[in-house]
């Protein structure tokens, strides 16, 4: 029988003839001797071969048993950097005009104490009022710029390494709405909202890390907004957070918070497990002001930071993808000048997120092929730079997780995976070009995430994969016996198949008959039974009684217990 018509078979045949592997079902079916006369002890459970049926049993009580993080086939930290879209002298070229940017055209609006600073370093405050960055200062700065950041969980299992080109996914955004799959709907975001991603998060293992993906709009006052989001945050997952804050004034109170929930300000600055993703530029070419302020707090309260320029290509930023990117990178290369000026090797993520803008609407394009080169094409200037990086990606211009969400997240994941982007945010959850999150995004993003993830991991070619000998064997046979002329029951395919390969857990790859069979599964309402199993049960991330009294006796505390 050849390849093609044995796989015919195997797909149009009855569920219970054959092995289907990949089916979580695949070891609970009969076997079929036309198809498998040589593979009955994958899939034999007679009770009359109690060894097979016990090695079965065993074997599938192994496969049920968690892998271990070495052997998981994805996970945080796999190595990209396969997809170049820039080449050498692409890169050279960025450099010298983000330098020549930098010396020539400065940037305006730096506050009182960022002109003082900077100036003190080395950089020139002109007649116009804009601060200037001689070459050699850059230089120097990113000579001395932290290259190997560690970005702590509350659970050390959950401790991001950044450097080279090892590749985390998380969310991202801010979204001011949450999407309403079931009405087909947006309504405004709430904190309890913001905890149930949180929660959901946490429990998702290809999502890496949580910066914060939507505002607590029930919230109106801006301090109590922020520490909010933290406590939500915090009390939903035990990975890294990012957040921002709305006023300088506020760090103080973000920081006695996070040294109750660390359990000192000492155990805090050993392990600071929330960053400020801070905007402290307004593009074009321009510092945020009281943003700046807020990071020179955060700097001293022994806090990492997010170095974000988010400008958009054809209003804020050039509308050419590599004019955009000449932008990106000298705003925030003026910020490593900044965060070193103020503490040399402070942890600084070189945040660089030009967006597209589809200037048909003025709306911003975050799902097209231009973004994903954006994203990509940053992620290359990060390691010229030997800078730990993070840029935008895995965000979607429609309203709904739908076939056009499902292409836009991938393309421009996949890209950011390949070319060996350290932190991609907004990885997953978010829609209507940034404005809407939605918590059924989230969680068929994993299952997203972990394809591209797999693409990142690439081709191993070794010796044991090459399979020479598993041919041989199959093909020809093995002391004297008849080859058996596939591959399902033989110990490579068994032994790699949770190694290699990656299983969606929500994703359907049943044939239209057992699709059928199952009465038409539908994934966005697979996707809400498993957002509602996960927010049935308590957080795992839940705080010690003791301390969240104290913190809700210090703080006024909005999220309900």
Request: glycine fraction near 10%; aromatic fraction near 6%.
């Amino acid at each position: 029988m050849d390849a093609l018509t044995f796989w015919w078979r195997a797909r149009l045949a009855p569920a219970e003839a054959v092995p289907h592997v990949g089916d979580q079902r695949r070891f609970d079916r009969k076997p079929c001797p036309d198809l498998c006369p040589k593979a009955p002890d994958m899939n034999d459970e007679t009770p009359s071969s109690p060894r097979r049926a016990g090695g079965r049993a065993a074997r599938r009580a192994m496969r049920a048993a968690p892998l271990a993080t070495d052997k998981r086939p994805v996970r945080a930290g796999l190595e990209g950097g396969q997809l170049r879209v820039l080449s050498d002298i692409d890169i050279a070229n960025i450099h010298e005009a983000a330098l020549t940017a930098l010396e020539e055209i400065g940037l305006a609006d730096a506050p009182e104490s960022g002109v003082e600073i900077l100036t003190a370093a080395g950089a020139i405050l002109g007649d116009d009022g804009r601060i200037r960055f001689p070459r050699a200062l850059v230089e120097d700065m990113l000579a001395i710029a932290c290259k190997d950041i560690t970005l702590y969980g509350r659970d050390p299992v959950n401790d991001l390494h950044l450097n080279g080109k090892k590749v985390h996914f998380g969310t991202a955004g801010a979204a001011v709405h949450v999407v309403d799959v079931a009405g087909r709907d947006y309504r405004e975001s709430t904190v309890q909202d913001l905890f149930d991603a949180a929660r959901i998060a946490d429990r998702l293992d290809n999502i890496h890390f949580l910066q914060r993906p939507m505002v607590c709009r029930d919230i109106s006052d801006n301090y109590q907004m922020d520490l909010n989001t933290i406590y939500a945050c915090c009390r939903g997952t035990t990975k890294h957070i990012g957040t921002s804050f709305t006023e300088p004034d506020y760090v103080a109170g973000a920081l006695e918070m996070l040294h109750m929930i660390a359990g000192s300000e000492e155990a805090w600055r050993a392990r600071p497990f929330l960053s400020n993703s801070n905007c402290f530029v307004v593009p074009p070419m321009k510092f945020a002001t009281e943003a700046c302020r807020v990071m020179e707090e955060c700097i001293n309260g022994g806090m990492p930071v997010l170095l974000l320029s988010a400008g958009m290509a054809g209003a804020t930023a050039p509308q050419p993808v590599a004019g955009a990117i000449v932008q990106a990178v000298a705003e925030c290369l003026a910020g490593v000048v900044y965060v070193n000026a103020i503490k040399p090797g402070h942890p600084a993520v070189f945040g660089t997120w030009p967006f597209g803008l589809d200037l048909r609407t003025g709306a911003m394009s975050v799902g097209s092929g231009e973004q994903a080169l954006l994203t990509a094409g940053c992620a290359q200037m990060h390691h010229f730079y030997g800078i730990p990086g993070g840029a935008a990606a895995g965000a979607s211009d429609s309203k709904l997780p739908d076939m056009q969400a499902g292409w836009e997240q991938m393309c421009s994941n996949v890209m950011a995976g390949l070319s060996g982007l350290n932190m991609v945010y907004e990885a997953a959850g978010m829609h209507a070009s940034l404005l809407g999150f939605c918590h059924e995004s989230l969680i068929l993003g994993d299952d997203l995430i972990g394809q591209a993830l797999r693409c990142v991991r690439g081709i191993e070619v070794t010796e044991e994969t090459l399979a020479l000998d598993v041919m041989r064997a199959t093909c020809l046979g093995v002391d004297g016996a008849k080859g058996v002329g596939h591959y399902l029951g033989a110990d490579q395919t068994l032994s790699r198949m949770e190694t290699d390969y990656v299983y969606p857990s929500l994703g359907d790859r049943t044939s239209p008959k057992e699709w059928a069979e199952k009465d038409k599964p539908d994934l966005l309402e697979n996707a809400t039974a498993k957002k509602d199993a996960i927010l049935a049960e308590r957080s795992l991330a839940e705080f010690d009684p003791t301390v969240d009294a104290a913190i809700r006796s210090r703080f006024k505390v909005h999220l309900k217990l």
